[in-house]
């Protein structure tokens, strides 16, 4: 074999290498690439999120604890001579409406932006923790007016007291996903 072919068929060799560990290094940046902007839109996302998962549990709390409010006015009520069973009965009433103001107001508005930053599991939790707030904000209604009609409000109360513990074990399911979904960093599946 001569020195001519010898040197072609080197630097064959050679550029088959060197184009084979480009294709190698491409394919690997690429992915790269790809992970490392999973990672920045995961972390571009944690923020927006966070913000919206707080308020609406914050503004969650502060209607759970006005429903609450009412129900141990509610309460304090079923004990009590006139007239200050009367005026138990107006605070009661009072609270339920400042409830009714945050929740139809301020936390509908919030469970949309949870809606809208997602994703879907905290969605679904979100509604199905409103759904339980709306619910024991029925059962509290209920005790308040059947109190004003001086009726026995024995089973009222308790279907009450029941539908506001009832309360804690959805927000904690969606405290769970948001938790989940903020801790999410883009790099695993």
Known sequence: MDAGLAALLGAAVGALGTGGAALVSGVLGRGQ???????????LLRE???SAYVAFVECFQEVHALHSEAARSAAAAMEAAEP???????DAGTAYARAGERLHGRLRQLQSAVAVEGPPGVTTAA????DALYASRTEVYRWIRQLERAAPAEERERAA???LLAVH??????????STALSHDGLSP
């Open 169 to 178: 074990q959805p927000l904690t399911r969606f405290l769970n996903a948001a």
């Open 161 to 163: 007291d029941d539908a």
């Open 84 to 90: 200050e069973r009367a005026t138990l009965l107006s």
């Open 33 to 43: 690439a790809r992970m490392q902007l999973r990672a920045e839109h995961a972390r």
């Open 48 to 50: 927006p999120r966070r």
């Open 127 to 130: 509604l199905d923790a409103e």
